[in-house]
């Protein structure tokens, strides 16, 4: 038992000086966090993973319009706003004519959002300019995305499945920059 506990007790030692040497060996900037952002963040990263494979489902299904959906609700600029109308059973009219005001109102400050760019309600606030420019990368890709998808006619032809699929790629590679540039570090 003893013997068992050693063992079990230097395995965990050994793992917990691996993990900081990969950390340490990490060349991805840092972005500390307090633990109460960082587990929001987190799940916010999972749902943009769950968001994209609702994505690709869709389009497997040739849906475009609901690829188109899940992009403009659920990945643009305000999309907290967006969903929480959704579930509240707004139109997609209603949404897009909230969206439509909130872009007025970002381009009436100057393009900056909230009270300033990363001083609105999202995460930017936690975070670096360049990781800020970055997550405005991802948000438009998203948009531009859905507008691409909704464009397509039925049937559609292999042309809309390449500018469909580019367009993904332009919100996929929003999500790999990122990932290539940092790492989060969720205090304890």
């Known amino acids: 038992m003893l013997r068992g506990l050693c063992i079990l007790i230097l395995a965990a030692g050994f793992m917990a000086t691996q993990n900081q040497?990969?950390?340490?060996?990490?060349?991805?900037?840092?972005l500390p966090l307090p633990p109460e952002v960082g587990a929001g963040f987190l799940a916010e990263m999972r749902t943009h993973?769950?968001?994209?494979?609702?994505?690709?489902?869709?389009?497997?299904?040739d849906d475009f319009e609901e690829?188109?959906?899940?992009?403009?609700?659920?990945?643009?600029?305000?999309?907290?706003?967006?969903?929480?109308?959704?579930?509240?059973?707004?139109?997609e009219e209603e949404i897009a004519s909230?969206?439509?005001?909130?872009?007025?109102?970002?381009?009436?400050?100057?393009?900056?959002r909230g009270g300033g760019m990363g001083m609105g309600s999202g995460f930017g606030r936690d975070?670096?300019?360049?990781f800020r420019a970055m997550g405005a990368s991802l948000h438009e890709a998203a948009e531009s995305f859905a507008q691409t998808a909704r464009s397509v006619a039925t049937p559609a032809m292999p042309g809309d499945y390449r500018a469909v699929f580019g367009a993904l790629q332009e919100v996929t590679n929003s999500c790999r920059a990122c990932h290539d540039a940092f790492r989060i570090e969720v205090s304890k």
């Open 98 to 112: 909230a969206k439509t005001r909130f872009k007025q109102r970002h381009e009436s400050r100057g393009g900056q």
């Open 127 to 130: 975070m670096p300019e360049d």
């Open 49 to 61: 993973m769950a968001n994209l494979d609702d994505i690709v489902a869709a389009l497997a299904e």
């Open 67 to 91: 690829a188109a959906r899940v992009a403009d609700i659920r990945m643009t600029f305000g999309h907290h706003r967006w969903i929480r109308m959704a579930e509240d059973g707004a139109s």
């Open 21 to 30: 040497g990969l950390a340490d060996d990490d060349p991805r900037t840092a």
